[in-house]
């Protein structure tokens, strides 16, 4: 371990792993049942095969990625036939599935045996409890499979997480590291956390400002142009296509980067009104988001609109698609064809 960083109160210390921390002595004579060839299936199992270990997918008999896994080399059968010959399952198949599977592998854990999981929402709300004769642990990249899958490829790794919600081994992280070092993450760095910090963060993120946040902020600002009666389409560059060129270079050098390289009407007009935009009220909307994660309520509404059909989901879903901004955005996207070639992800395996 050669970083350590900490957080402001000391809560937290954070531990940065690297190759030479990791010991593959715990992984190289396992077997790892890799359930799901979709997203993270696909780059856990081709990674995991590459670097020796012994893989097994688990899919559905009708699966589309059946074939796909065998043309890539793999091994492939039933999660429950996969999970009884396995060391190690990793769960790798959608979050709103998992608790269905785990119901048809458990059966095939024996005592020191390992789940792991990729994203903690199971575990941590309940969903799945696995035997206290089994470890559980994550083992998670930040990024997307194909992005995971060509960094390994190009001799590199994509930074990932490891925790450990139950021990029974006494092995369990190491193990945790020994995988993540096989699937690349070590070549980049491994950051320890806990299965809560990960759950509470992941879905705080996405929603207050990843996901649910920009959207908003896309969306007020196109609607309070289009009102004034700009064109939709100046709205449309100026709220949403630019977006992607500030992001890069926040990406790249951090919020100093970003202000180094827009003007400095940009960055003097930025500097002060952004926080007259995006003010204390928001904060306050953040840190309700943020209880509602932390209590449970978020993940008890998204189990019962998935038990029911996802009737609201589909609803939500229907109605931003029907925004003017998706409308105006189509053909003007294509305006920016040529340009799109060069960044379009790397194969990635069908889903079903
Ligand atoms: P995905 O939707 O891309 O792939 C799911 C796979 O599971 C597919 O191969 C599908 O065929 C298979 N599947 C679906 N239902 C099944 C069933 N009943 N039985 C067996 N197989 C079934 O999923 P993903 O995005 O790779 O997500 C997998 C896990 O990784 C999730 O826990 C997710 O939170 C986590 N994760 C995803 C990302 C990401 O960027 N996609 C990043 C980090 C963590
Ligand atoms: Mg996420």
Redesign the pocket.
């Known amino acids: 371990m050669t970083d350590t960083t900490q957080n402001a109160d000391d809560a937290f210390t954070t531990n940065i792993y690297y190759g030479e921390d990791a010991d593959a002595a715990y992984i190289e004579d396992k077997t790892v049942a890799v359930?799901?060839?979709?997203?993270?299936?696909h780059a856990h199992a081709l990674n995991l095969h590459d670097s020796g270990v012994d893989v097994v997918v688990?899919?559905?008999e009708d699966?589309?990625?059946w074939a796909q896994a065998e043309d890539d080399g793999l091994r492939v059968t039933t999660?429950d036939t996969a999970t009884a010959e396995a060391d190690i399952v990793m769960?790798?198949?959608?979050?709103t599935?998992?608790p269905?599977?785990f119901e048809a592998i458990e059966p095939g854990l024996e005592a020191g045996n390992t789940v792991m999981?990729?994203?903690g929402?199971n575990i941590h709300y309940n969903q799945i409890s696995v035997p206290e004769n089994v470890d559980v642990t994550m083992a998670?990249?930040k990024?997307?499979?194909h992005i995971v899958r060509r960094d390994y490829e190009n001799g590199g790794g994509t930074p990932a997480l490891i925790a450990v919600y139950q021990d029974y081994t006494g092995e369990a992280k190491d193990e945790a590291l020994a995988y993540a070092q096989a699937i690349g993450g070590t070549r980049a760095g491994v950051v320890e956390t806990t299965f809560r910090e990960e759950v509470e963060s992941d879905l705080f993120g996405e929603q207050a400002v990843l996901c649910g946040g920009v959207t908003a902020l896309v969306k007020h600002g196109f609607e309070t142009l289009v009102d004034n009666g700009y064109a939709p389409e100046m709205a449309y560059f100026e709220c949403l296509n630019e977006l992607k060129l500030i992001v890069d270079l926040m990406y790249e050098d951090g919020l100093g980067g970003m202000w180094y390289s827009v003007s400095d009407t940009a960055e003097y007009g930025g500097l002060t009104r952004g926080d007259e935009i995006v003010d204390e009220t928001v904060r306050e909307n953040m840190e309700e988001v943020l209880e509602e994660v932390q209590d449970g309520t978020f993940a008890r509404e998204w189990i019962n609109e998935n038990q029911a059909g996802r009737p609201a989901y589909t609803q939500l879903k229907r109605h931003d698609e029907e925004h003017e901004i998706e409308e105006i955005g189509a053909p003007l996207r294509d305006l920016f064809e040529w340009e799109e070639e060069e960044t379009e992800p790397a194969e990635v395996?069908a889903?079903?």
């Not at 799901?36 to 299936?41: A, D, E, H, L, P």
């Not at 769960?91 to 979050?95: A, C, G, S, T």
Request: charged letters at 10%; a negative charge; aromatic letters at 8%.
């Open positions: 359930l799901g060839y979709g997203s993270q299936g688990g899919l559905r699966s589309s990625s999660p769960m790798l198949v959608p979050d599935v998992q269905a599977v999981f990729a994203h929402f998670a990249p990024g997307p499979g395996p889903d079903d």
